[in-house]
């Protein structure tokens, strides 16, 4: 019996298992296990790291992780771990359209969403295993610090990032101990306020919270046809083998392109009303005006005179698209979609929800329920469902025993390079 064999059997778990919890083709597995192929290091280790099965009426029990949504926005973050499992039981968003949004799409809920963090103790936060914020990116305020220093005196958090919202994710991690974290933030975050503002995060959360922590950079272009970049922080409150490196992204020979998310128009989507006509087009109403489109057509010839780089995105069925922003409903500069013998439109809110991964194939359709406006600004603040999903997976082994995987369809998986 070869390493990998032993090692799933010790688990408890079925070869189909491994593959949905791995992120691999059953056929990839069974290679693993009749020893054709040797696995790497991580997959190996991903498996040593699994709670055995002992067979058992209780151990075979659903018994998964609990999380809580901070900063939930429509609940990107919290889509990823509802694959694998988790079971949300607090959810807190301060704007009421995506508190709106939020509720349609996650109509069974046993709880509400809550507003205003900052006005919640955390004491009236159920106790939880994962906490996922993607909080706002905001500069810490030198003057405290520099006082306590100047009188030889300790501080720590509560002063470090008193007064950003940063600092209610570190009292609740603090207050409730939870195995683990994932937090999101811009790309930017590395260099915002030269370097300070991540500084004192990661102070925070390792030495003052004594969690293990590790940070990437993943782009969502691997996912979904959209050149999108995001910080994610993970972290840990006991050591484990998780490696943010060993992160798998969709097995291809090419990223994804635009076609994937575009209303096909050939009528195959009929019944779409609220953006297609009845022979299934999309309504005149998301094609730019001769004058915005001349507009943004003079401002691009204008900056590019200038040797800038301002300017419009304009892109067709085989392309990836630019990163979609919360201000994209102002004039859908960023990504507008060719058009033949007109001016280019804006994506659809549901071309956006699939460009986001909300919305993907075998699942059910979006709810929209606020203002195509609103929805613009909602999908420009989310993250990629399907890299959360990714990232989920990759933390199961320390979240969740074998019992608590779902049953999916599954993909074939890689290491990102």
């Not at 490196?245 to 009528?267: A, N, V």
């Not at 779409?272 to 507009?295: C, I, M, N, Q």
């Not at 194939?361 to 203002?371: A, D, K, L, M």
Request: aromatic share 10%.
């Amino acid at each position: 019996m070869n390493e990998f064999s032993a090692l799933r059997l010790r688990a408890g778990i079925t070869v189909p298992e491994v593959a949905l919890l791995l992120d691999y083709t059953e056929r990839q597995v069974y290679r693993w296990e009749s020893g054709d192929v040797v696995p790497k290091k991580v997959i190996l280790d991903r498996l040593r790291a699994l709670r055995p099965r002992n067979g058992d009426a209780d151990s075979m029990q659903d018994d998964s992780f609990t999380f809580i949504d901070l900063f939930a926005g429509i609940g990107g973050l919290r889509r990823g771990f509802d694959a694998i499992g988790g079971k949300c039981i607090f959810t807190s968003e301060w704007d009421r359209f995506s508190q709106e949004t939020y509720r349609a799409n996650f109509p069974n809920d046993d709880h509400d969403v809550m507003g205003d963090i900052t006005k919640i103790e955390a004491d009236e936060i159920p106790a939880h295993d994962l906490l996922l914020a993607g909080f706002p990116c905001q500069p810490f305020s030198l003057a405290g610090v520099s006082k306590l220093n100047s009188l030889n005196r300790m501080h720590g958090f509560q002063c470090d990032v008193r007064g950003t919202l940063f600092f209610d994710v570190a009292r609740i991690i603090q207050h409730h101990q939870p195995k683990a974290f994932l937090l999101e933030n811009v790309k930017n975050l590395r260099s915002h306020d030269k370097g300070r503002t991540l500084e004192v995060i990661m102070k925070t959360l390792e030495e003052d919270l004594g969690y293990h922590v590790q940070t990437r950079i993943v782009d969502a272009r691997h996912w979904v046809p959209q050149h999108r970049e995001r910080l994610f922080i993970v972290g840990f409150r006991d050591e484990t083998k998780f490696r943010f490196d060993d992160l798998l992204f969709p097995e291809s020979t090419e990223d994804p392109k635009l076609k994937t998310i575009l209303h096909r128009e050939d009528g195959s989507e009929a019944g779409d009303e609220r953006f297609l006509d009845a022979r299934g087009k999309v309504l005149p109403r998301y094609t730019l005006s001769d004058h915005l489109w001349g507009y943004l057509q003079n401002y691009a010839e204008k900056h590019r005179q200038k040797g800038n780089g301002f300017g419009f995105g304009l892109v067709g069925p085989q392309d990836v698209a630019r990163t979609l922003s919360a201000r994209y409903h102002k004039d859908g500069s960023e990504i507008l979609v060719k058009q033949k013998r007109k001016s280019p439109r804006r994506l659809t809110p549901r071309e956006c929800a699939r460009l986001m991964g909300f919305e993907q194939q075998g699942q059910e359709p979006f709810r929209f329920v606020v203002s195509d406006t609103q929805a613009y600004r909602q999908f420009g603040n989310a993250v990629v469902v399907p890299v959360i999903e990714s990232i989920a997976k990759l933390m199961q082994p320390w979240l969740a025993p074998p019992s608590a995987i779902p049953e999916k369809t599954n993909t074939k998986g890689r290491a990102v390079a």
